[in-house]
């Protein structure tokens, strides 16, 4: 029989699909909710911006001995003064004048501590955080949950997706999908707090039930605001002593919960195997090193 007569399998023969043509119809292109320009940054969104992006600059450049950055914040306070600026124009949001002033003072004050300088960012000084309130009412378009007054979220929302200001979600619907930009960018690291999402927790991307004060818990994240998993359950505590057991928070101020226990941060010099342990950073020789010192991250 020759190779000519032998029909194709109908695994491998191509279909009519396999043979239609693309399909050429016009579609919306994808852009950033933030698109637009201010007629011009508010000087209030600047002196905000460079002081949570350019402060920790300049005082990691001192630290570690190194030339003060021309442009402290660079493009990252050059964002967040954009989109400040936009719902500062479109009057979405509020931003606190007076709080700015306490939170550049906290900002200089964190600076100046060198030997808490680790590999990431600093959290945001309390000082810093709540200084930009949202204005929007329910069910108002918004692109951020900041947008949004009191405790309602920016329900759909993501960085090319607009929302709409709503209260928090119920168990089972999903969450935690997207990105909020304005947020992130103002960082505004108590946004889910302040304008929670779900109606208890988000876990796996679902709202769950917070789980109650006394009942069983493996992380403090289940436990919900102002709680913690303390000795194997949720609890309202958060000045547990050196030694007690903890999953992720509730230690007295000054310590750290490292491998589930509370423990005193560990300062320049001490032998460690992990940066949780220290003030600052575990530097190690090489990645493959197991053990190292505690000190001063500037890499």
Do not use: W
């Amino acid at each position: 029989m020759s190779p000519s007569s032998v029909s194709a399998p109908a695994s491998l023969a191509p279909s009519s699909s396999s043979l239609a043509k693309p399909d050429t119809s016009e579609r919306e292109p994808v852009a950033p909710v933030y698109f637009e320009r201010p007629k011009a940054n508010a000087p209030l969104a600047e002196r905000y911006c460079r002081a949570i992006h350019g402060l920790p600059a300049v005082g990691r450049a001192k630290c570690c001995g190194r030339t003060v950055p021309d442009d402290p914040g660079g493009q990252l306070a050059a964002e967040c003064a954009r989109l400040l600026s936009i719902v500062l124009e479109e009057g979405s949001v509020r931003l606190d004048t007076d709080g700015i002033s306490r939170c550049e003072a906290a900002l200089v004050l964190e600076s100046a501590q060198c030997e808490e300088l680790g590999r990431l960012s600093s959290p945001m000084p309390g000082a810093c955080l709540g200084l930009v309130s949202g204005l929007r009412p329910p069910r108002a378009e918004c692109r951020s949950s900041l947008e949004c007054e009191g405790d309602l979220h920016c329900q759909g929302a993501g960085p090319t997706d607009r929302g709409a200001c709503a209260p928090p979600n119920p168990p089972t619907i999903a969450c935690a999908v997207a990105v909020d930009m304005l947020a992130t960018y103002t960082r505004q690291t108590d946004v889910d707090r302040r304008h929670p999402e779900c109606d208890g927790v988000c876990k796996m991307h679902r709202c769950m039930k917070t789980t109650p004060p006394k009942s069983p818990c493996e992380t403090t994240f289940e436990c919900g605001p102002d709680h913690f998993c303390v000795e194997g359950k949720c609890a309202a505590s958060t000045s547990l002593p050196v030694g007690a057991q903890c999953a992720g928070g509730g230690c007295a101020e000054g310590l750290t919960c490292v491998a589930r226990v509370c423990a005193v941060p560990k300062a320049l010099g001490a032998a460690c195997t992990t940066d949780f342990e220290c003030t600052g950073a575990c530097l190690k020789r090489s990645l493959t090193d197991k053990d190292g010192k505690c000190g001063t991250f500037c890499g």
